[in-house]
C-alpha cells in the first residue's frame, strides 16, 4: 500500500477528512480504496475517497490578493497550493471481518492507498464476481442469496448493462443451481450470446384476448367491432379447424350456447390454436367468414357481418399469418428452462401489449407450480427494458405479477433481475422490493432521485455518475459485501455479436 496523507482535525466515525502528500496527489481518486491506521489505538479503518479538493490559500475566494493580478509573485517560491479528500469510512478491520465503526480515527493517522488485492486481508466471502473495484481490483462477489431479493441494473444506453447481465448470469450458470429465463426486449441484447436456448415470441401460443387485441390493432377502424364478436369467431374457428366436428356444428348450426363454451378450458383452446398453427391453417378469408357468421348469428346489426369481413380481409392477414408461426405453450416452455437450465426469449418479434402477455403468462406458471409443488423453484428472470412491463399504470397485464414476484418470491427462490435505462418508471411497489442495485450514468436528474429512495447512495453525487465510463456501475445494496456503495469495472465477456453496447 502507498501512504498518501494523514487525518486532519474534525474526524467523526462516518467520515474523516485528510491531507494529502504532495507527491501523492497524482495517485489520489475519487473512489479509491484506503486504509486508515490508527496507531494509538491500534485500529484499521477500511474507506473511500470521497471530495479530492484542491486548495491555494493565496486565491481564497473571501478576499482579494495580489496573486490574482501579478501571478508571478507565487512563482519560484515554495509551493503553496494543497490537496484535501474526504475518507467515508466504510468499517474497522479485525480479524479479517469489517465491522461497523464505533469511534472516529485519531488525527495524524496515516491514509494507505489499496492499489491490489493483496493489500487487503478481508473476508469478503464467496458469491458471484461481475467485476472488481475499479481502482484496486479488489473483487467484490454478490452473495448468492441475494439473488432471490431481486436485483436492478440501471443505466442509460452504452453504459453496458447487457454484458454486465451476461456475467452475472455466467456466474449463476457456473456456481448455483438457478434456472434462467430471459426477456430481451429488442432481440439483440442477449440472443446473441445464446442462440441455441432463443425462442422468438411469435412462436409461443398466445391467448385469446391477446389475439383479439392483436386484430384489433391491426384493424384499427374497426375495433370496436371486432372486440364485440371477435372472441367467440375465434373459438369456433379454433374448434373447426382443429377438427373437432361434433362440436363445430354445435356452434355453427345456432348461436353459440354457453353452455357448450363452458366445455372449452384455456388449455384445451391454446391446445387447439397450436394444432392450427402446426397445420399452417390461419387463413384470413376463411377468419373473415367465421366472424361475419358469428356476427350474423348473435342479431348484429345490418352491413356489420360484411364490415368485418371486409376490415379483416383488408388489414389483418399480416397478422393472421404470423399466427401460424405459433409452435410453443408457455407450460412447454417453462417446463424446458427446468430440464435445460436457460431459455431467452426474443420479445422483438411481438407488439408490446403481446409481450407483456407473454411475460405475464410465464410468471404466472411459475406461481402455478409453487402452488402445486409448495418448495423453491430456483429461477431467476430477467427483464430487459423493464420499465416496459413493471411500470406503474401503463404496463398491464404484467406489472402486477411483477410485482407480486418482487414482493413474495423470495420465499420460493424466484429472484428476478430488472435491466432498464429509466428508473423514474417503475412502480413504487417495484422499487420498494429490489435489494440489490448495479447503476451507472442515468438518463435524467429525476432518475437519480428516484434512485435514491430506494438504495443508500451513502454520498454518491449524480456528478460522479456522470463521469463514468462503459462498463463502470456502483454496486451497492444487499448483495455486496461491504453493504456500500463501491464502483466496480465489469469483467469483459465480449461483445455479442454485430451487437453495440447497452
Sequence with gaps: MKEIGVVASNSRSCDAPILV???????????????????????????????????????STGQRSAVVEKPEIAEGGVEIPYETSSVRIIGVISNGRLEPAATPPTPRSKVYLVESSHDLSLDMGSG???GAHKYSNVELPLRIDALKYHVAVVGTTGTG????????????LAKTDYNIVIFDHTGTDYTPYWPE??????????????????????????????????????????????????LCNKLKNRAPDPRVLSSITRESLEEMFLTISRKGAWDTEKLANTVSHVASSLSAKSGTPQKLALYLTLFAQHY???LNEMRYKVDELVKKVREEKMLVVDLSTIDTEARRVIV????????????????????????????????????????????????EGRKWGLGVVLVS????????????????????????????????NFVDLAGVRSETLSMLETREFFFAGLGNPLKYPMLIKVREVGRAPGVATG
Design 21 to 59: 502528500y504532495k507527491a501523492a496527489e497524482n495517485d489520489v481518486r475519487e473512489e479509491a480504496l484506503v486504509v486508515v491506521e490508527d496507531a494509538k489505538f491500534k485500529t484499521r479503518y477500511l474507506g473511500v475517497l470521497r471530495w479530492v479538493t484542491k486548495y491555494d490559500p493565496l486565491l
Design 360 to 407: 405475464k403468462r410465464f410468471l404466472e406458471r411459475f406461481w402455478e407450480i409453487i402452488t402445486e409443488d409448495s418448495k423453491p423453484v430456483n429461477t431467476l428472470i430477467v427483464i430487459d427494458e423493464a420499465h416496459n412491463y413493471a411500470c406503474y399504470q401503463a404496463c398491464t397485464p404484467s406489472n402486477r405479477v411483477i410485482e407480486k414476484t418482487l414482493r
Design 197 to 246: 436456448k432463443t425462442v422468438k415470441a411469435d412462436q409461443i401460443v398466445l391467448d385469446l384476448d391477446t389475439i383479439t387485441e392483436g386484430l384489433e390493432s391491426a384493424v384499427g377502424v374497426a375495433d370496436d367491432l371486432i372486440s364485440a364478436y371477435m372472441p367467440v369467431a375465434l373459438v369456433e374457428y379454433a374448434v373447426c379447424e382443429a377438427g373437432f366436428n361434433e
Design 128 to 130: 458471484l464476481v461481475v
Design 161 to 172: 448493462k447487457s454484458r454486465l447481465v451476461k456475467a452475472l448470469l455466467d456466474e449463476v
Design 421 to 452: 435505462q429509466r428508473v423514474l418508471d417503475f412502480s413504487p411497489d417495484v422499487r420498494n422490493n429490489v435489494n440489490t442495485v448495479f447503476f451507472s450514468k442515468l438518463q435524467t436528474p429525476y432518475d437519480f432521485e428516484q434512485l435514491k
Design 320 to 322: 393472421v399469418r404470423r
